[in-house]
T-cell receptor, first 117, second 116 residues
Framework: KAGVTQTPRYLIKTRGQQVTLSCSPI?????VSWYQQTPGQGLQFLFE???????NKGNFPGRFSGRQFSNSRSEMNVSTLELGDSALYLC????????????????FGPGTRLTVL | AQSVSQHNHHVILSEAASLELGCNYS??????LFWYVQYPGQHLQLLLK??????LVKGIKGFEAEFIKSKFSFNLRKPSVQWSDTAEYFC??????????????FGTGTRLQVTL
């Protein structure tokens, strides 16, 4: 099976712009989660989508949003970029199940490295 | 605050030395535990996981970890490290059967440097 893919791999933007990152999960995986990785804050959970619905959300401002399509592919959007948004954005997919009672192993993509100038 | 702690931030070992990386979590109740590794320039990969059953779990590349519930710990071990084990290691936790079941909470990571 192909792994989690993320596009683009690298992105350079300026403050105030917006950006959209894309994630294609492993075939058959319906849950997609997004994480931000920075040297200062480490790996932090952004949100999770399952069956086109946001099922869980971390402590990030509303400038960070996402969506999931019927084929489980997911996009993440950051509006009004700030210098502090420079980070590696990781997508992870898992099989999961309906409801909140069960979670399976998350498999990560290579990430999109976003640099905000 | 509930969290995951990795006490060793940077570890330097010679090849063939034994490795133990500490991981402690502060959640009560049922947890799922993971160790992920990030090799230089590569993406996060799963080393091993614990969901239930035998608290001693074996993973890829000769790694193992032991879940000690009474100590809220999930330490990673390898009897003899290789130069190719140089990487950053992350401990992570999920809390099944809660409203945040899908959220992986990571430790700050341990950078392992193996010298020849």
């Amino acid at each position: 099976k192909a792994g989690v893919t993320q596009t683009p791999r690298y992105l350079i933007k300026t403050r105030g712009q917006q950006v959209t990152l894309s994630c294609s999960p492993i075939s058959g995986h319906r849950s997609v989660s997004w994480y931000q990785q920075t040297p200062g804050q480490g790996l932090q959970f952004l949100f999770e989508y399952f069956s086109e619905t946001q099922r869980n959300k971390g402590n990030f401002p509303g400038r960070f949003s996402g969506r999931q399509f019927s084929n489980s592919r997911s996009e993440m959007n950051v509006s009004t970029l700030e210098l502090g948004d420079s980070a590696l954005y990781l997508c992870a997919s898992s099989t999961s199940r309906t409801g909140t009672g069960y979670t399976d192993t998350q498999y990560f993509g290579p990430g999109t490295r976003l640099t905000v100038l | 605050a509930q969290s995951v702690s990795q006490h060793n931030h940077h570890v330097i070992l010679s090849e063939a030395a034994s490795l133990e990386l500490g991981c402690n979590y502060s959640y009560g109740g049922t947890v799922n535990l993971f160790w992920y590794v990030q090799y230089p320039g590569q993406h996060l990969q799963l080393l091993l996981k614990y969901f239930s059953g035998d608290p001693l779990v074996k993973g890829i590349k000769g790694f193992e970890a032991e879940f000690i519930k009474s100590k809220f710990s999930f330490n990673l071990r390898k009897p003899s490290v290789q130069w190719s084990d140089t990487a950053e290691y992350f401990c992570a936790v999920t809390r099944p059967f809660t409203g945040t079941a899908s959220k992986l909470t990571f430790g700050t990571g341990t950078r392992l440097q193996v010298t020849l």
